[in-house]
């Protein structure tokens, strides 16, 4: 399986912004759904949004929606995450995962995890 790595996270004040990437190691994302989970202390690991191969379909928990975009760059390998207007219920650690199975709810990898980022939002 393609290895997946995470940068970008940091610590940002409320009303901030992050971009997050991921990129493929060690071979590609292949022709399937990506997708970034995120996991605060205590939580469960819950989709933040998901891209088909070609982007024509994305998908965002009603929380980010209007704040956060998905985008993904097939010829490099390269898939990313806008994060704007951050909330301290931002806080998380944020995966990105491979071969996701937007088919079925809920969303689940069937793929690969990257070793997650930290994004830690102050009030």
């Known amino acids: 399986q393609v290895q997946l790595v995470e940068s970008g996270g940091g610590l940002v004040q409320a009303g901030g912004s992050l971009r997050l990437s991921c990129a493929a190691s060690?071979?590609?994302?292949?022709?399937?759904?990506m997708g970034w989970f995120r996991q605060a202390p205590g939580g469960a690991r819950d989709v933040v949004a998901t891209?088909?191969?070609?982007?024509?379909?994305?998908y965002y928990t009603p929380s980010v929606r209007g704040r956060f975009a998905i985008s993904r760059y097939n010829a490099n390998d390269t898939m990313y995450l806008q994060m704007n207007f951050l909330k301290p219920e931002d806080t998380a650690v944020y995966y990105c995962?491979?071969?996701?199975?937007?088919?079925?709810?809920?969303?689940?990898?069937?793929?690969?995890w990257g070793q997650g980022t930290q994004v830690t939002v102050s009030s």
């Open positions: 891209i088909v191969y070609d982007s024509s379909v994305k």
């Open positions: 995962a491979s071969d996701v199975d937007v088919w079925s709810w809920p969303y689940r990898t069937r793929g690969s």
């Open positions: 060690g071979g590609s994302f292949g022709p399937v759904a």
